[in-house]
């Protein structure tokens, strides 16, 4: 029986040093961290390796359960997973091991609640958008590209496929911006 580490951030300005470190200190074999949003766990790349390479009887091990995942959804499906390999999860700063039964519940307890915080951050950025959009501060992102551009690129007698591939958009984005002259 092996334990296996995950840890990770979401954004390049937090550090991942004591995650990393309170999991070899937990008896973690190995540590696989990444930076990115744990909104989903589409397109994490170390917590596949850690599922795709750990074995019946091992454990994984993460520092809190919203290191893992933002949605129950997701920490079920990381849980059945595990379960289906015959390994578990245990979070160290949380009285969370799915070999228990208590730990089981607490598990979806911890999940529901990451769940409802990361919703209620995106109603809370909302309103603040559509304050600033009412106060007229909040314009959304500024266009990628000139449309001026690409109409005179257009007019020039290039096709949209040659005016995609010099400017690096796509060519719906070409087409959108003749059609409609705007951003």
């Not at 106060?135 to 290039?158: F, I």
């Amino acid at each position: 029986m092996a334990a296996y580490g995950y840890a990770r951030v979401s954004t390049a300005d937090q550090n991942l040093d004591l995650q990393r470190e309170a999991l070899v200190e937990a008896g973690c074999v190995a540590v696989r961290a990444e930076t990115i949003s744990g909104t989903s766990t589409k397109g994490r790349e170390a917590l596949r390796t850690v599922l795709d390479f750990i074995q019946p009887g091992d454990e994984l091990v993460v520092t809190r359960i919203d290191r893992l995942a933002r949605s129950i959804g997701d920490l079920q499906d990381v849980v059945r997973e595990l379960k289906n390999k015959g390994a578990t999860l245990r979070a160290i700063e949380q009285p969370i091991d799915t070999s228990t039964a208590a730990g089981k519940a607490f598990l979806d307890m911890l999940g529901v609640f990451a769940e409802f915080e990361t919703n209620l951050r995106r109603e809370r950025q909302m309103e603040g958008i559509a304050k600033a959009k009412e106060k007229g501060v909040y314009k959304g992102r500024k266009p990628s590209v000139d449309p001026a551009e690409v109409r005179s690129l257009h007019d020039g007698g290039m096709k949209p496929t040659a005016i995609a591939q010099k400017l690096g958009i796509s060519r719906s984005t070409v087409w959108r911006k003749l059609d409609s002259g705007s951003p």
